[in-house]
């Protein structure tokens, strides 16, 4: 290899450091053993930079896995590089191994990142594989907001031999004696990115030379799409809900888009496939207060002119039984306090007739159909209209309560309380206090 080949690599992974500010003595370096990651592992000993490297042994090849181990364990100590090692049990793996191999592997990282307190993780990524993501993703039907790839930095995960070839890595690997092992698995196409490495790309080079510029040519239009999505989505979005005109105004496809979009960015980690997010646009016919399933914890609801997210484990919904002489000796729950008092009490409150209500009291979420007269009003109102009217978030109206009494009457309704500092809820017409009310029942904060 010629110097300004192997300057290349070196110049590469020099650049890309350059986005770090880190503030923690580690980066975190995952080294399998094979000649990407041990390039990347020899390349920042050359630039004396620090890191800590972490191997994961899937114990799948046998004795071939240990003797990743002991290259890698070897090697690090050799140039000065702490290290350690896990081995997993494949046998634990669940349907596709790569991707319970990937899972693992970063769970691994993050696990060990935030235990030493560093900034970042260094993978070895390279230009191949960015050709193979990208084709993965075209053949999967992902959308063109997609096709930017992997990213060289995205705030976590740093890629410095991005913009590297497989070739150029092995050459360099040759050139600079670097110590490396074939993972002989990998030789086999059972798995779709062994086959586009192992199969397509070669007859594509036979046959299409030059595709792979043009694929990576994709990538500009993926983030041109991306970034005509985002704008369109925070036109959309209004409360962390989105505005359900607006939306319905949109193209087939961008709605597709938008609420991918929106799903993702609203609930941490979700990924969803084509076929699932075609499913839950049907939310748009349905009629207000319904939903769709996302999956067995979250949902998306319609809403009275809004789409929301509603996360079932964190609805709110409880159900307490509240005796008199229980109130009287001064009641908590969740975050919430009930008292008797003689005296009206004053501030941020619901005040009560004591005297009024049907007792023992319930305290629980409310249901579709609930309704009550809210205080000033003649007749009745659902819950879901005056949580409408007080300008309840969508997604926040689940975490509502409702204290009824043993007839059933609703006295008062409970506002969640993130964000709201000037109402704690409602209260009815029926046990509003008046001049001559003696027993206040109070409702406040902890």
Not at 59 to 81: C, H, K, P, T, Y
Not at 284 to 311: C, F, K, P, W
Not at 373 to 386: L, N
Request: hydrophobic residues 35%; charged residues 25%.
């Amino acid at each position: 290899m010629n110097k300004s080949a192997s300057e290349s690599i070196e110049k590469s992974v020099k650049s890309s450091l350059n986005h770090l500010k880190s503030t923690s003595p580690y980066l975190i370096l995952g080294v399998s053993g094979g000649p990407d990651s041990m390039a990347l592992l020899y390349t920042l000993f050359k630039l004396n930079v620090n890191v800590f490297v972490i191997h994961i042994n899937y114990s799948i090849r046998g004795e071939s896995s240990n003797l990743d181990q002991e290259l890698v364990e070897g090697m690090s100590a050799e140039w000065g590089f702490e290290c350690c090692s896990v081995k997993l049990d494949s046998k634990k793996a669940k349907g596709n191994f790569q991707n319970w191999a990937r899972e693992e592997r970063y769970r691994i990282f993050r696990e060990l990142k935030e235990e030493l307190q560093a900034d970042t993780i260094l993978t070895a990524h390279h230009q191949d594989d960015q050709i193979e993501t990208i084709l993965q993703r075209l053949f999967r039907g992902s959308g063109p907001q997609t096709w930017k790839g992997l990213s060289l930095w995205d705030g976590e995960l740093l890629r410095p031999l991005l913009t590297i070839t497989k070739k150029e890595v092995l050459k360099y690997c040759e050139e600079e004696a670097i110590p490396f092992r074939i993972d002989e698995s990998n030789l086999e196409s059972k798995y779709a990115r062994n086959f586009l490495r192992n199969e397509f790309s070669e007859s594509m080079d036979e046959f299409f030379p030059g595709w792979k510029e043009n694929i990576l040519g994709l990538r500009e239009k993926g983030r041109l799409t991306e970034a005509a999505v985002n704008h369109i989505y925070k036109e959309v979005l209004k409360n962390s809900e989105l505005n359900l005109q607006r939306f319905s105004e949109l193209s087939e496809e961008l709605k597709t888009s938008i609420l991918k979009t929106y799903i993702e960015d609203q609930v941490s980690g979700m990924k969803l496939s084509k076929g699932l997010i075609l499913e839950l646009l049907k939310v748009e016919s349905l009629q207000a207060g319904t939903s769709v399933a996302i999956n067995d914890q979250y949902s998306l609801m319609r809403g009275r002119g809004m789409i929301s997210i509603h996360n079932s484990e964190e609805s709110g919904i409880l159900e307490v039984s509240l005796s008199k002489e229980k109130v009287e000796e001064g009641f908590s729950v969740n975050n919430l306090a009930f008292n008797i008092l003689e005296t009206r009490e004053q501030g941020l409150v619901l005040s009560l007739d004591s005297d009024k209500l049907n007792w023992p009291l319930t305290l629980r979420g409310w249901k579709n159909g609930d309704r009550f007269q809210p205080f000033g009003m003649d007749g009745s109102q659902k819950i879901s209209d005056h949580l409408t009217n007080k300008k309840i978030p969508s997604v926040k109206k689940e975490k509502a309560l409702i204290l009824s009494g043993a007839d059933s009457t609703i006295y008062a309704i409970i506002f969640p309380q993130e964000g709201r500092t000037k109402e704690i809820g409602s209260i009815s017409e029926t046990a509003k206090c008046t001049d001559t009310t003696m027993n206040f029942f109070t409702i406040k904060l902890k």
